[in-house]
Nanobody, 119 residues
Framework: QVQLVESGGGLVQPGGSLRLSCAVS????????MGWYRQAPGKQRELVAT???????NYAGSVKGRFTISRDNAENTVYLQMNSLKPEDTAVYSC?????????????WGQGTQVTVSS
């Protein structure tokens, strides 16, 4: 019953900003490490950023200093603030929730939201 729904994608000019949101339902949100992934046409899906409930974060080198991942446990939502956007950031961005219990992994995905950076 775990469901992830992304929103906030759209068309933005180079140098602009967007904030993506991922709303999680059907589970205890704080138990999961959350992540954002993206896939551009003709390329493999790649990790963008992750955030644990502790606040610990990881970023892909291509977005460090430009993107910020955060979470609001009260609203069961994870965000990706994207600044200084470049055309090469154009991709479908997907939200991921992951946890390990007793060595057993549990992973859930949203359907994705399109981000297009173009003038």
């Amino acid at each position: 019953q775990v469901q992830l729904v992304e929103s906030g994608g759209g068309l933005v000019q180079p140098g602009g900003s967007l904030r993506l949101s991922c709303a999680v339902s059907g589970t205890i949100f704080s138990a999961y490490t959350m992540g954002w992934y993206r896939q551009a046409p003709g390329k493999q899906r790649e990790l963008v950023a992750t955030i644990a409930n502790s606040g610990s974060t990881n970023y892909a080198g291509s977005v460090k200093g430009r993107f910020t991942i955060s979470r609001d446990n009260a609203e069961n939502t994870v965000y990706l603030q994207m600044n200084s956007l470049k055309p090469e950031d154009t991709a479908v961005y997907s939200c991921n929730a992951r946890r390990t219990v007793g060595g057993m992994p549990y992973v859930y995905w949203g359907q994705g939201t399109q981000v297009t950076v173009s003038s």
